[in-house]
């Protein structure tokens, strides 16, 4: 019989999930009773729990103590709330650590952690592997039929604190990885002493997690040869003989082999994606019909060591975790780029926001509380842009340990408070809003990304440690929120075809694969807006053969002779056919027009007289360039120039910080309207409909006054 397809919604949950994660651990058994009671009180539909647990069931190697969750879970279902229900392979007990020190993880200089912490795994070590399947296999075998138990929760945001190992663990488990990756692996898929079985891989070749790959093993003689080539080990004289000569790209006295250490962040996290995939596993063998997750951190500001392209095809359905970063920058925009991220990770479905904050949290250099209705701001946002529901860390503010500081649903100062005030209106909101369960986010644009360039680009000397990837990913996207653009991001070699407008803001490391598949989109009649150092190498971040930008020259209609940084503080000034002038600043480059025709020139610097932006007419499409850094003011007429190109109406009856948000699905069409501003908004409606949070019919224009949010279900 074929394989049961798995289940991508939490089982026996009708409404969206409002919760947060719970922690009763660190409370008397007395108090659980009042906590179900004020959850109920709050509109709960589901918690998270067990999480960091695996010292209280497992309290001496094959001694479980089970009876204190069973308790919670009945509680829990007694009182109609689920149970995300975590195996807490993120924090193996002290006993562990004592019997199995070397499963701490050992940095790159060679120093080795120290439990205390959380997360401090080394992925590669065998016995971590084993004890972590067997604590999996005891809930899964004691749970699966409990009516509470609606989702598996694996692990805990992987990839923070630590990704990468550089253990003898490690060095022996990246020794086979090479052996699958470059050539053929162990057939007989045994583990040694020190590692997993096998080795780590996808079966492809060395890809960036898309949907094309370059297909097969590298090289077709032995897998030494093959990544002596990949490496390009010939400079400076560190070729290879045998793979039993690899070893981690540990602390070295200067810079690397940067082929290497980018192999090694492919690595670590397949080896952490094998870890969850083995969890997995055990969970659909033995509770079939419980979806599985993990809980992502997709924000760029939050992770940069996990590759969700390739994630998000492992987990049943994907959830995301997102705190704001209290930096200056305008949150509600890093907010609505995670979640565009993390819907685009699960390929436009619906996904789940596992955690977030209801108010400051305690790990940033200055921790901020939010503003009376942020909290519920930046919930409906998380669900404007396709998540299933709002849920916290945590439900009750913890009296000790590292996060104690952390806000919660329910806070120190109790329920007579303004942050319980505002949880309990937002349970009855999302309440609400429950008929657009199973709807999907329309966007109107497509961002490209890819995690493995990003890794490429940010290992050392660049020609500019000033430009960094994630600032342009930031800055092209709130160009595009700022026009009012909803945004999918994609990989590279995904297909575009239904996007009359991609942006590439930063794409350094390019397969052959991903610059056919531009060329392609333009020349169908797509547009395409290309920022500066991409296409710049292959997978292996070697630079591609002949002049820049590699894969990009055809589609691009040039090629550029040269970079030319520029110092701290430095501009350039470009100018354009009518005279008007814009700055740019960190890059600049010496552009030469193969077929593309000169938008703005250099005016001074040493590219005075060069291109600046151009834009390339090929076949049905057009495809802009622009060789230096733009700020907010030359990234919106780019973006204008380009939205032109591509017949994208421009949306200017929509005030700054409004977002306006759609999905779509059979239960109908719906309408979030989002004020970030300080000031009552009017939103233009194309549809009359009913405005679900009052109940208010609605037609015309729709008043959304300040700090406020409004979902109109348009009428048929």
Not at 288 to 307: E, R
Not at 387 to 396: D, K, L, N, V
Not at 462 to 474: I, L, N, T
Request: net charge negative; proline share 6%.
């Amino acid at each position: 019989m074929p394989e049961s397809k798995p289940e991508t919604t939490p089982k026996g949950l009708e409404r969206l999930a409002f919760g947060g994660d719970y922690n009763p651990e660190q409370w008397p058994e007395s108090v659980w009773p009042e906590d179900v009671r004020l959850m109920r009180e709050a509109g709960v539909t589901m918690v998270s729990v067990g999480i960091f647990s695996w010292a209280l069931l497992e309290p001496s190697p094959g001694t479980y103590d089970f009876g204190w969750l069973d308790r919670l879970l009945d509680l829990l279902h007694e009182n109609g709330i689920r149970a995300d229900l975590g195996t807490p392979t993120v924090a193996p007990p002290a006993w562990f650590y004592r019997q199995h020190p070397e499963a701490l993880p050992v940095a790159a200089d060679g120093t080795r952690y120290e439990f205390g912490s959380r997360g401090a795994i080394c992925h590669s070590n065998t016995h971590y592997r084993s004890a972590a399947a067997n604590i999996t296999e005891r809930l899964a075998e004691r749970y699966a039929a409990h009516p509470a138990l609606a989702l598996w929760h694996v692990h805990n945001e992987y990839g923070v604190p630590v990704s990468a190992c550089y253990c003898e663990s490690c060095a022996a488990h990246f020794r086979r990885w090479l052996a699958r990756t470059y050539g053929t692996a162990d057939p007989t898929g045994a583990a040694d002493s020190t590692g997993t079985a096998g080795g780590v891989g996808t079966g492809t070749a060395i890809g960036t997690g898309g949907t094309g790959g370059t297909g097969g093993a590298i090289g077709t003689g032995r897998a030494i040869d093959a990544v002596n080539e990949a490496w390009g080990t010939a400079f400076w004289g560190q070729r290879y003989a045998d793979l039993d000569q690899i070893n981690p790209p540990r602390l070295a006295p200067t810079v690397g082999n940067p082929a290497q250490a980018l192999d090694y962040k492919r690595f670590a996290d397949a080896t952490m994606r094998e870890n969850f995939v083995a969890e997995r596993d055990i969970l659909h063998r033995l509770a079939p019909g419980i979806p599985v997750t993990t809980n992502f951190m997709t924000a760029l500001s939050q992770c940069d060591s996990v590759d969700y392209w390739a994630w998000g095809r492992e987990v049943d359905l994907v959830s995301n975790d997102h705190y704001l970063i209290t930096d200056g920058r305008r949150t509600h925009v890093n907010l609505a780029m995670a979640a565009d991220l993390t819907r685009s990770v699960a390929g436009g479905a619906p996904w789940l926001l596992l955690e977030h904050s209801t108010s400051g949290v305690n790990w940033q250099p200055r921790n901020p509380a939010k503003a009376p209705g942020q909290m519920a701001r930046n919930s409906l946002a998380h669900v404007a842009r396709g998540s299933e529901g709002a849920m916290f860390f945590q439900w009750r503010q913890s009296r000790r340990g590292a996060e104690k500081f952390h806000s919660s649903m329910l806070p120190h100062a109790g329920t007579d408070s303004r942050v319980w005030r505002e949880v309990v209106e937002l349970g009855a909101a999302v309440d609400s809003l429950s008929q657009i369960r199973g709807s999907r986010t329309q966007a109107d644009v497509a961002v490209l990304w890819d995690w493995h360039s990003w890794w490429a680009q940010t290992l050392q000397w660049r020609p500019s440690e000033d430009h960094d990837p994630r600032e342009r990913a930031d800055a092209f996207y709130e160009a595009l929120y700022d026009r009012h653009l909803t945004v999918d991001f994609a990989h590279p070699e995904a297909d575009l075809s239904a996007y009359p407008l991609v942006v590439v803001p930063a794409l350094y490391l390019m397969t052959e694969a991903a610059g056919l598949n531009l060329k392609e989109y333009v020349e169908n009649g797509g547009t395409l807006v290309v920022s500066y150092f991409s296409g710049i190498v292959d997978e292996h971040d070697a630079v591609h053969d002949g002049a820049y930008p590699g894969p990009l020259r055809d589609v691009l209609g040039l090629t550029v002779e040269e970079f030319s940084p520029l110092q701290v503080g430095d501009q350039v000034r470009i100018t354009g056919p009518d005279g008007s002038e814009l700055a740019g600043d960190v890059w600049s480059e010496f552009v030469v027009p193969r077929g593309a025709e000169t938008v703005w020139t250099y005016a001074d610097g040493l590219a005075a007289g060069h291109p600046a932006v151009t834009r390339h007419r090929l076949g049905e499409g057009s495809a802009w360039y622009v060789s230096t850094r733009l700020g907010a003011q030359g990234l919106d007429a780019l973006i204008g120039w380009a939205a032109e190109d591509a017949r994208i109406a421009p949306r200017g009856d929509l005030p700054r910080d409004v977002e306006v948000v759609r999905r779509v699905g059979e239960s109908g069409a719906f309408l979030f309207a989002i004020n970030h501003s300080g000031v009552e908004v009017k939103v233009p409606l194309d549809a009359h409909g009913t405005e679900l949070l009052t109940g208010e019919r609605a037609a015309g224009r729709l008043a959304v006054p300040a700090g406020a949010v409004r979902v109109v279900r348009l009428d048929d």
